[in-house]
């Protein structure tokens, strides 16, 4: 069975820190990883995939098979990074998500 | 930039009844889903669909509930018979190798 886990529910910086956000997963076969971010009272939007290895609104994240890991990171945080991040990994087959718990991230001014 | 769209934000039923959530996918996906989130809990999946059909299913996705395509926009969620832990925010999503795209969402608050 796949997991992910995200272990911080709450994370707290100040604009222009870096800020990363911790995501390690379990799954026996090849993994797709994902990022999604939900702003307030707005929907869950794809912030990231492993395969396209892009940057997007400053986000990078790495997966590290040997670790099981996709942290996600940007290295100086703006006020409107402020909302909720999950993690979710992906079966090729059907194409199925299995989320995390999610992380939310306030960039303080 | 398509969207998936659904219908209604809000529900409210009564113990019981039944209810169906509306959902109209990305147009060329061939993947759809539902997954539901209990407040304060993570994003969970239901059922995936795909060639007019399910692919998968959840423990979660019991008897109780049903999905449909019923024509060719439309990706529907009926739950027979509502129970007080029903209560949750339903996600319609569709997807294509590049990620799955989600709707805003139906609040759904059984009563």
């Known amino acids: 069975a796949q997991r992910v886990t995200q272990p911080e529910k709450l994370l707290s910086v100040f604009k222009g820190a870096p800020v990363e956000l911790k995501c390690n997963y379990s799954y026996s076969g090849s993994p797709e990883l994902f990022w999604y971010v939900q702003y307030s009272r707005q929907r869950l939007q794809l912030l990231l995939r492993h395969i396209s290895r892009e940057s997007i609104k400053g986000f990078t994240a790495d997966l590290n098979k040997g670790e099981t890991s996709f942290h996600l990171k940007k290295p100086f945080a703006q006020e409107e990074d402020s909302a909720m991040y999950y993690c979710a990994l992906g079966i090729r087959s059907n194409y199925k998500l299995t989320f995390g718990k999610g992380t939310l991230l306030t960039v303080n001014p | 930039e398509p969207e998936v769209t659904q219908t209604p934000s809000h529900q409210v039923t009564q113990m019981g009844q039944e209810v169906i959530l509306r959902c109209v996918p990305i147009s060329n996906h061939l993947y759809f889903y539902w997954y539901r989130q209990i407040l304060g809990q993570k994003v969970e999946f239901l059922v995936s669909?795909?060639?007019?059909?399910?692919?998968?299913k959840s423990e979660i996705f019991d008897d109780q509930f049903s999905v449909e395509r019923p024509d060719g926009s439309n990706f529907t969620l009926k739950i027979r018979s509502t129970k007080l832990e029903d209560s949750a925010m339903y996600f319609c999503?569709?997807?294509?190798?590049?990620?799955?795209?989600f709707g805003q969402g139906t609040r759904l608050t059984v009563v």
């Open positions: 669909f795909y060639n007019n059909e399910i692919s998968e």
């Open positions: 999503a569709s997807s294509t190798s590049n990620g799955a795209f």
